[in-house]
Every structure is written in structure tokens, then in C-alpha cells.
């Protein structure tokens, strides 16, 4: 077969060629760099403590003066929960049980310098005490209100001009109506505000009636038993909690689903690059030109090559994002040390090398399919149909991801890896739940015995395609000549 009498100087040339054919173009550049610009500017944006929102302004006008500074308490106390929730993944135990005393004893910004102390980056932590600021009503008029709201008239904070987005108007009635008027009015924090505190509130009102409190309700629930989670195959050193399941367990799988991502995106990009490759030399006359000087097995091979380190390259900016941030949660103890923990584990020798192994099985299988499709089309919309069932098809693949997220002792899991179409991804996606070494083995073996079978298939579809000029028209009547033996004319 011509699959194994390859050239390798030729083949090299033509991998150069589409390599460096993409390579000097302006749109490969600025899709290089995008990944640095985004990085860049979400940077600037932390470093400059530039809002993307602006601060609302919002004003409670309480007719029965009981509701105002209820509503705002309870407004505060929900932000001091939010933040003191999105810490606790960052902070060990004891920080965060003075992280707590800090901000319940003192206030928010007494918690934000000892945040500064133990992660010294100039974060301001401030932003994630939300954008609502609630302030007194500049006037007990409600024509005058709805001018400040409109704009017709400025609301001054510490000799500052602000606007007032919007104001909540508590009329003094048995029905207690509300009324909130603002002119941004697509999403009103304060309507969501209002509607916890009132809820709570009835909540509170009812159990009352029967001499019980909302409070030691939630206290009693949160004191409820609770089961707790434990990995029998985890080692065993003599104490219970060495096989309790941590977020250090469960982070193994979210890298598996981000690389599983990657090796699709990969796969994606790198197929299309292939197909357009092949349309446009063939509709250009240039493949003709390259047969006089090469083999049809050095073509493929080569712009397999050639593509697959283009792929490589236009990846480069995220994988030394992705290891740069991998580092830095190592070496600076960013997230915890269950963060370090899950990163160390996930990231074995077995998980990189089977990475690394379907990838290349999978790049291989579809972009053997793509050249061939590309080789018998005859127009972009030829292409465009003929690729359309491959692509639903690694659309699909999408899905086995939060399958093996939610189910990684999936049956249909298992079968999909020896799949060729899906292996990569789902042996991917199994790899945290650690299958035996020779279940990855004969996956990986079926996979590029079945990608080597689709080289062989689209060499003959490629020459075929090439040298006759043939569409799909030609491949039918081909196969109606020499398969069903039938005439055409």
C-alpha cells in the first residue's frame, strides 16, 4: 500500500507549506493573541478597580417609618453572608473563623484589609458586596423623587453629583402596597430585595402566631444530621476522615471536563483547517501540481502534520495560561490547599500521557475524514453538506462530558470509550474515576486501528476524488459501477 512508501523530505515540505501558509496570515495572529488581549484587559480591568456596572443608588420612601432600616439590615447582612461564602473556598478554617469575627464585630472594611494582609494582590474584595447602595430619600415628595429618578434633578453624596437610580415607595395602608420606580428597570436588584425581606417576614409573622421564630428554625436545620461522603478505595491510615470526600476529590473530574473541552476544540478547529485546506487547492488546480512531485500518502501525512502543528501553535496562549495559573495555585497556595491538592492529583503521568495519546488518535480519525470530504467536494457548499453529519456527530460528543460529570460508573460511559467516534472524549472524562490500565490500553488500540483504517479509505476517496475531478456525483456513480456492478451513463 502507498500508506507506508512515504517520503519523508516531501512530506515535511508539504506540512511546512500549510503550516506556514496560515501562519503569515493577519486573522492567525490576531486569533493568537486574543487569548493574551482578554487576559490583558480583564487584568487592567481587576488592577484599575474599573466597574463594568456602575453603583446603583436607591432610595426607600417609608410612609410607615417601620420597614426602611429592617430592609437595609437585612440588605447587609445577605452581602456579609454572599462574601464571607465566596472566601471560604480560599481561606483555611481558621481564617475564615476570623475572617467572620472581623466583619460581625467590626465592618466590611476592617475584613478587607485582613484579606489584603493574607493575600497581599490589591484586590478590592469590595466588589463583591454587590452594587446597591441605599441611601435617604432626598425628598418626602413623590413628584420630586420621580424627578431625581428621571434625571431632572442630581442627588449629592459627599459633595458628589450622583443620579438616583430608583426609589421604593412604602405606602402607610393595611395592605402595605409597594410601588418601585426607576428608569433602569430591566433588572431592579431592589424588587429582589425587598421581595426576600417580606418573604422572610411573613415566614416570621406566621410562625409567631404559634410562638416560634424563624431563626431557631434555620439554626435547628443547619443543626440537623447531615451524611457525609467517603471513598472506601481512598487509603486507609486509621482515621475516618483520611476517606472523606473533599473538594480536592471532586476538582479531578472538572480538569478531565476542561481538557475533554480542549481536545474537542482542538479536533474542531484543526478538521476545518483541513477540509477549507483541501477545498481550496483542488478548486485552485494546485493539488494537480503537488501529484507531479508527491504521493497521495505524503499529501495527507502531510497536511496532517502541517495542520496539527497549526493547531498546536493557535493552542500555545491557553496552555501557558492554563499551566501558568496551574503553577501559581501550587507555588502560592491560591484557592486553598485543596486546590493544590486536586491539581497534583489530577494532573498524574497516566492523565497526561492518555491525554496526549487521543488526542492524536483524534485529530488523526476526523481529520482523515475531513481530508477525504474535502478531496470530493466540488464547492464550499458541497463541503459545508458533506461535513454536516460529522459535525453533528462531535456536537454530540459535547454531551458525554456532564454524563461523565454526573455519572463516571456510566454503562453507556464505558461503551462509549471503546467507540471510535466518542473515545476520545469519554476516556478522557473516565480518567478521574481511574479505569484499569488495560481498558484505556485496548481503547486507545481500537481507536488508531480505526484511524489508521480511515487514512487508508481516505487516500483511495482522495485520489478518486483528485484525479477524476469526481464530486459526489463521481463517488456514486463509482460506486454503482464497481460495487453494484450497474451501468451509468
Known amino acids: 500500500m502507498s500508506i507506508f512508501n512515504v517520503n519523508i523530505r516531501r512530506t515535511l515540505l508539504i506540512a511546512k507549506r500549510d503550516y506556514f501558509g496560515y501562519i503569515k496570515t493577519w486573522g492567525f495572529w490576531l486569533s493568537f493573541f486574543m487569548p493574551v488581549i482578554i487576559g490583558g484587559i480583564t487584568a487592567l480591568i481587576m488592577i484599575s478597580d474599573i466597574d463594568l456596572s456602575p453603583v ?5 420612601y417609608d410612609e410607615t417609618g417601620d420597614y426602611k432600616e429592617k430592609i437595609i439590615a437585612a440588605h447587609q447582612r445577605d452581602n456579609r453572608e454572599n462574601f464571607l461564602a465566596a472566601m471560604k473556598p480560599m481561606l483555611s478554617d481558621e481564617q475564615m473563623v476570623e475572617l467572620e469575627t472581623i466583619v460581625t464585630t467590626k465592618d466590611f472594611k476592617a475584613g478587607t484589609e485582613y484579606l489584603n494582609e493574607i493575600f497581599p494582590s490589591n484586590t478590592n474584595y469590595n466588589k463583591l458586596m454587590g452594587k446597591t447602595i441605599f441611601v435617604d430619600p432626598p425628598s418626602n415628595n413623590l413628584q420630586e423623587l ?10 449629592v453624596l459627599d459633595g458628589k453629583k450622583v443620579k438616583l437610580s430608583g426609589f421604593l415607595h412604602i405606602y402607610n395602608n393595611p395592605e402595605l402596597i409597594t410601588d418601585y420606580w426607576s428608569t433602569n428597570f430591566n433588572n431592579p436588584p431592589v424588587i429582589n430585595i425587598v421581595d426576600d425581606f417580606f418573604s422572610t417576614k411573613a415566614q416570621n409573622d406566621y410562625l409567631g402566631s404559634a410562638g416560634l421564630s424563624l431563626e431557631d428554625y434555620q439554626r435547628l436545620k443547619n443543626k440537623s444530621l447531615k451524611a457525609n461522603i467517603f471513598d472506601p478505595s481512598k487509603i486507609e491510615t486509621g482515621d475516618l476522615n483520611d476517606q472523606a470526600i473533599t473538594g480536592a476529590d471532586r476538582l479531578p473530574f472538572i480538569f478531565s471536563a476542561v481538557l475533554s473541552i480542549i481536545l474537542w476544540l482542538t479536533i474542531f478547529s484543526g478538521s476545518y483547517m483541513l477540509l477549507t485546506s483541501m477545498l481550496e487547492e483542488k478548486l485552485n488546480k494546485l493539488m494537480e501540481m503537488m501529484l507531479a512531485s508527491a504521493r497521495f500518502s505524503e499529501i495527507i501525512l502531510g497536511k496532517l502534520l502541517g495542520v496539527a502543528a497549526l493547531t498546536f501553535t ?3 496562549p491557553y496552555v501557558i495560561l492554563g499551566l501558568v495559573g496551574i503553577f501559581s495555585s501550587i507555588l502560592l497556595g491560591l484557592g486553598g490547599p485543596n486546590v493544590s491538592e486536586a491539581i497534583q492529583k489530577t494532573f498524574t503521568l497516566k492523565m497526561v500521557s492518555f491525554f496526549i495519546i487521543f488526542l492524536v488518535l483524534g485529530y488523526v480519525f476526523y481529520g482523515a475524514f475531513f ?3 474535502g ?3 466540488e464547492s464550499m457548499q458541497d463541503a459545508q453538506t458533506l461535513t454536516t453529519p460529522v459535525t453533528l456527530l462531535l456536537t454530540a460528543c459535547m454531551f458525554i462530558i456532564p454524563l461523565g460529570l454526573d455519572s463516571p460508573d456510566s454503562s453507556l460511559l464505558a461503551f462509549l470509550s471503546w467507540f471510535p467516534l466518542s473515545a476520545p472524549f469519554a476516556a478522557i472524562i473516565r480518567l478521574p474515576s481511574d479505569p484499569p490500565l488495560w481498558e484505556l490500553l485496548l481503547s486507545s488500540s481500537i481507536l488508531a486501528l480505526t484511524a489508521f483504517g480511515v487514512i ?3 487516500e483511495r476517496i482522495f485520489r478518486f476524488g483528485v484525479l477524476s475531478g469526481s464530486g459526489v456525483k463521481g463517488s456514486l456513480n463509482w460506486i454503482k459501477n464497481k460495487i453494484l456492478r450497474r451501468k451509468t451513463f
Open 56 to 60: 446603583r443608588y436607591e432610595a426607600i
Open 146 to 155: 420621580k424627578e431625581y429618578v428621571s434625571g431632572k434633578k442630581d442627588l
Open 314 to 316: 493557535s493552542m500555545l
Open 371 to 373: 481530508i477525504a470530504m
Open 375 to 377: 478531496a470530493l467536494a
Open 456 to 458: 487508508l479509505l481516505a
